[in-house]
């Protein structure tokens, strides 16, 4: 079946150093999604990549969107103690049904 | 305001009792999802509808149940049949527009059982 391989599952960072998260998909894809949960919250849509080799920015992360659109990247610069969170990935079902298949997610902690 | 709104934030249950868990929102989105969350765990789907009085199985399905009696609204009942149900739960809402929109979530329900 369709498997979202998201790596790694957990990092520690000292504030102010590098972090990426990396999401490997078994089909190619027509879009990905990630979202951003805060401890005790609930996951929060960052953004949405669509066309093969994209980049965007948002502030200091910057997504990825891979050549064979099978594999993407969240990379944020200089973390802050704001980054703290689970970074998940989200691709379409490739059945259909309006529905994503989230990746087990990334989980960030950042030591000031 | 619109959103997505989920209540209780807290529920506890007792053995061999049926719980639901309320789903709201007011973005008139058709699909509404019902999400599992096990600490330090992803998110696996237990339920979702696209349309009033229609719903499929997610992943996880056993010992949960839903009705979409209201495009408004997807409430979950985690029934006694479910063995292990303290999780974090979560629903979300999108638009059915082309390929698989931006979902939306609430602010969950932690159910603990007693």
């Known amino acids: 079946g369709q498997q979202v391989m998201q790596i790694p599952q957990y990092q520690h960072v000292q504030e102010g150093e590098d972090f990426t998260t990396y999401c490997n998909s078994s089909t190619t894809l027509s879009n990905i999604q990630w979202y951003k949960q805060r401890p005790g919250g609930h996951p929060v849509f960052l953004i949405q990549?669509?066309?093969?080799?994209e980049v965007k920015k948002q502030k200091r992360l910057t997504f990825q969107f891979g050549e064979a659109k099978k594999n993407s990247s969240l990379h944020i610069t200089a973390t802050q103690t704001t980054d703290v969170g689970t970074y998940f990935c989200a691709v379409p079902f490739s059945g259909g049904y309006n529905k994503l298949i989230f990746g087990a997610g990334t989980r960030l902690a950042v030591h000031p | 305001d619109g959103g997505i709104t989920q209540s209780p934030k807290y529920l506890f249950r007792k053995e061999g009792q049926n719980v639901t868990l309320s789903c709201e929102q007011n973005?008139?989105?058709?699909?509404m999802y019902w999400y599992r969350q096990d600490p330090g765990q992803g998110l696996r789907l237990i339920y979702y509808s696209q349309i009033v009085n229609d719903f499929q199985k997610g992943d996880i399905a056993e010992g949960y149940s839903v009705s979409r009696e209201k495009k408004e609204s997807f409430p979950l009942t985690v029934t006694s049949a479910q063995k292990n149900p303290t999780a974090f739960y979560l629903c979300a809402s999108a638009r059915l527009a082309g390929n698989q929109e931006t979902q939306y979530f609430g602010p969950g329900t932690r159910l603990l059982v007693l």
């Open positions: 973005l008139n989105h058709d699909a």
């Open positions: 990549l669509v066309k093969s080799g």
